[in-house]
């Protein structure tokens, strides 16, 4: 699977921005879709994260950023509203897909995000 994020850019503090991820190939029907950010220096973090189960964000996010998905278009979304100076990263796309006997574990390029005034 190969994953095409876009959607970054540079807001204001208090604006929004929506990133995309499309996967090319094959990403059955067991699969999570997450959203990844990593500052220079800083381990990467997962922001949120989605699946048939659950959806789940980090507490830095939660209330101001959506994750969503189009299993038919295998894309997943990530809304990002009320944005602040701290969620200036390099946000990542990451598919787990299982095909019925492992799971693979894919990522998109990285995508910049700068909030800043």
């Known amino acids: 699977v190969q994953l095409q994020a876009s959607g970054g850019g540079l807001v204001q503090p208090g604006g929004s921005l929506r990133l995309s991820c499309t996967a090319s190939?094959?990403?059955?029907?067991?699969?999570?879709m997450n959203w990844y950010r990593q500052i220079p220096g800083n381990q990467r973090e997962l922001v949120a994260s989605?699946?048939?189960?659950?959806?789940k964000y980090a507490d830095s996010v939660r209330g101001r950023f959506t994750i969503s998905r189009d299993t038919a278009k295998k894309t997943v979304s990530l809304q990002m509203n009320t944005l602040k100076p701290e969620d200036t990263a390099v946000y990542y796309c990451?598919?787990?897909?299982?095909?019925?006997?492992?799971?693979?574990?894919?990522w998109g390029q990285g995508t910049q995000v700068t909030v800043s005034s």
């Open positions: 190939g094959n990403i059955f029907r067991r699969n999570i």
């Open positions: 989605i699946s048939d189960m659950s959806t």
């Open positions: 990451n598919f787990l897909v299982f095909d019925g006997t492992s799971w693979s574990d894919s």
